[in-house]
């Protein structure tokens, strides 16, 4: 079973400031998930790298896949109280088929 | 467009009761996937259904679960008997033939008491 470890698995900010999750894999993903999910709702996908080394911006998120297709991260700049959720990252293995890490729960307040 | 869509969202009922829990998937979608949310574990993948025809079960904990697919726009996920510890919210999710992403429905909420 490969494994995505999510750090940390909570974060509480303050509305403004920068906040950084990690997901983190001993084994190569062909692809990788960012998902966001808001109580009583399923995850809803913010984005799917591909290649190591991308970096992708999704207006003040950005997300980086590493060189080795191992791991992952997620920056947000400037969080406002509408980036509140639950973050999970998802390996793809075999196409279709995704891991997902425990996930980070992100609070941010006004 | 309507998304996934699962039913009931909310289900209590008592240990040793018959469970089925209900999902149509996005029209157009061939992939469809079962999954399991608590706190304890996170999100799990139960079973996944390509084309109708069940791909890989390894996540289904126990015989106690089943699953189906009769048709391309239908699912049901039956737990019997079930127990407390299956309470935890039930995803499906589906996932057209050109695209990664998956959509998840909104779940469904069981608790057996």
């Known amino acids: 079973t490969q494994l995505l470890e999510q750090s940390p698995q909570f974060l509480s900010i303050q509305e403004g400031e920068n906040l950084t999750v990690y997901c983190n894999s001993s084994?190569?993903?062909?692809?990788l998930q960012w998902y966001r999910q808001e109580p009583g709702e399923g995850p809803v996908l913010l984005v799917t790298v591909v290649t190591g080394g991308e970096v992708k911006k999704l207006k003040r998120l950005t997300f980086q896949f590493g060189d080795a297709r191992k791991d992952s991260s997620l920056h947000i700049t400037a969080a406002q109280p509408g980036d509140t959720g639950l973050y999970l990252c998802?390996?793809?293995?075999?196409?279709?088929?995704?891991?997902f890490g425990a996930g980070t729960q992100v609070v941010v307040t006004p | 467009d309507a998304g996934v869509i699962q039913s009931p969202r909310h289900e209590v009922t008592e240990m040793g009761q018959e469970v089925t829990l209900r999902c149509k998937p996005i029209?157009?979608?061939?992939?469809l996937f079962w999954y399991r949310q608590t706190m304890m574990r996170g999100l799990e993948l139960l079973i996944y259904f390509n084309n109708n025809v069940p791909i890989d079960d390894s996540g289904m904990p126990e015989d106690r679960f089943s699953a189906k697919m009769p048709n391309a726009s239908f699912s049901t996920l039956k737990i019997q008997p079930s127990e407390p510890r299956d309470s935890a919210v039930y995803f499906c999710a589906s996932v057209g033939q050109m695209s990664g992403e998956q959509f998840f429905g909104p779940g469904t909420r069981l608790t057996v008491l």
């Open positions: 029209s157009g979608h061939n992939s």
């Open positions: 084994s190569v993903f062909s692809s």
């Open positions: 998802a390996g793809d293995s075999s196409w279709g088929k995704l891991q």
